[in-house]
């Protein structure tokens, strides 16, 4: 089993930078693809970006493709979400989770696939 958590989250004004981290232990991260997801209040929660194993294959949203970008140190056990240029509309509680599904290749947007996830952390960007 392993166990994640996320931190980094704030409150900032449109235009600015957040970074993410989430943090995993009990077992080695290389073993698992790593996905960010966010959930504001009243709405379901969405993918926002997905990493393989390696780190040599990632998935963004649209609504984020080109502001975020999601990276691993598997040295560290650690998952990074680099948020930059935020929106309000981008207010949300973010999550990382890990999935032991598929090869070194897979990675996925589907929060039903990923077996572990984090407590969360809240972003709130003001407009």
């Known amino acids: 089993q392993v166990q994640l958590v996320e931190s980094g989250g704030g409150l900032v004004q449109a235009g600015d930078s957040l970074r993410l981290a989430c943090a995993a232990s009990g077992r080695t991260l290389s073993n698992y693809a790593m996905g960010w997801f966010r959930q504001a209040p009243g709405k379901e929660r969405e993918s926002v970006a997905a990493i393989n194993r390696s780190g040599t294959s990632t998935y963004y949203a649209d609504s984020v493709k080109g502001r975020f970008t999601i990276s691993r140190d598997n040295a560290r056990n650690m998952v990074y979400l680099q948020m930059n240029s935020l929106k309000a509309e981008d207010t949300a509680n973010y999550y990382c989770?890990?999935?032991?599904?598929?090869?070194?290749?897979?990675?996925?947007?589907?929060?039903?696939?990923?077996?572990?996830w984090g407590q969360g952390t809240q972003v709130t960007v003001s407009s």
């Open positions: 989770a890990a999935t032991a599904m598929g090869s070194s290749w897979y990675l996925s947007q589907k929060p039903s696939t990923y077996d572990y």
